[in-house]
Structures are given as structure tokens and as C-alpha cells.
């Protein structure tokens, strides 16, 4: 996001409000994208979803090559924000479920702490780099590599498993074992 908001006020001029508005824009996206999760869910396949949402994550920071001035920066901005918090939203709901649903209960601890520690550890090391990137060859240039590269990841989804799935897999009955005798148990 500093990328973004250093390009915006730098290079592109846009105003210190302006730039505010189009980062709120994303959480408009982002309780979009909670109210669609239940009609996506009943229309198409999960794979199907998970693609096209990891899709508009990815490509949509694209569109940073577009802006030019204060007023197509801004609305270039917003749409971004729009676009992002709308998918990630749903990717994350999606994708949380996803692997809980895979996960064995005794297990799902763990796997969140790897999960975590893997996605969260490698924000330092990219903040790094970006920040390398923008004192060398500049602002805008550095958001489009990102950008690029962010869309590759895209093909990590495509090519996946996930990208088959029609509907959110669920454990064998022994995985859920535990779950049935926690139920079962008087809660005082």
C-alpha cells in the first residue's frame, strides 16, 4: 500500500482527501464481497471462484500503469481498492474455510501458525525489496513489477487442485470424530 499512497501524492499529485477516499473505496469492495459470498456459492463451482477472484486480485493492480494525473490517478485508485478489498474479501473467506475444511481439528492450529508465519514472514522481505526498487529505479516502474509479479501467482491457483473443486470438500467421518464427541459432551 506505500507504494501506492507515495506514487499518488508524489508523482501523480493527488490530494492527501483524495487519496483517503479512494482507500475507503476498499472497504466498500470489501462488504460487497461479503454479501456476494452466498449467491456466488449457489451459481458456480468453488474452483471456479477461487480462480476468478485470484484473477481480479492479481491482474487488477494492472491498472496502476493507467494512471497519469490527480483526477484519472484517483479514480484508477479507487477502482483498485474497489476491485481488491471486493476479491480478497471473498478469496479470504473462501480460502480460511478451505483449509479447515481439509484440516483435521488436531491439526488446525498448526497449520494456521504455518500459514500465518509463511504469508505474514515474507511482507517484511517484499516491503524490503520494494522499498530497494523505489529508490532505484522509481516509484512507478516498482508498482508495475509488483504488479507483474503478483499476477504470476495467479497460475500458482490455476494449476492447482483448487481450480477442480465444485463445492467445499469435507473431512472422513473419522476426522470428525472429535467434533461429534465435543458436541455430545454436557457444556456447564
Not at 475507503?24 to 449457489?42: K, M, T, W
Not at 491482474?59 to 471486493?86: C, E, V
Not at 483449509?99 to 517484499?126: D, K
Request: glycine share 8%.
Amino acid at each position: 500500500m506505500m507504494p501506492r499512497v507515495v506514487t499518488g501524492l508524489q508523482q501523480l499529485h493527488i490530494t492527501p482527501g483524495a487519496l483517503s477516499l479512494t482507500l475507503s473505496v476498499g472497504n466498500v469492495g470489501s462488504l460487497l464481497g461479503a454479501f456476494l459470498i452466498r449467491p456466488l456459492e449457489r451459481r458456480f463451482k468453488l474452483g471456479s471462484i477461487m480462480v476468478i477472484v485470484m484473477l481480479v486480485l492479481c491482474l487488477s493492480p494492472l491498472l496502476y500503469s493507467f494512471a497519469s494525473d490527480a483526477l484519472n490517478g484517483t479514480l484508477i485508485f479507487a477502482l483498485i481498492a474497489f476491485l481488491t478489498g471486493m476479491a480478497l474479501t471473498i478469496y479470504n473467506i473462501y480460502v480460511v474455510s478451505l483449509r479447515q475444511a481439509v484440516t483435521p481439528n488436531h491439526l488446525l492450529g498448526r497449520m494456521n501458525a504455518s500459514y500465518r508465519f509463511l504469508t505474514w514472514g515474507f511482507i517484511p522481505l517484499g516491503s524490503l525489496l520494494g522499498g530497494f526498487l523505489g529508490n532505484t529505479i522509481g516509484l512507478r516502474p516498482t508498482l508495475l513489477i509488483g504488479a507483474a509479479a503478483l499476477a504470476t501467482v495467479c497460475l500458482l491457483v490455476i494449476f492447482s487442485p483448487v481450480a477442480k473443486l465444485e463445492r467445499m470438500p469435507t473431512l472422513p467421518e473419522e476426522e470428525n470424530a472429535n467434533e461429534s464427541l465435543m458436541k455430545s459432551l454436557p457444556v456447564h
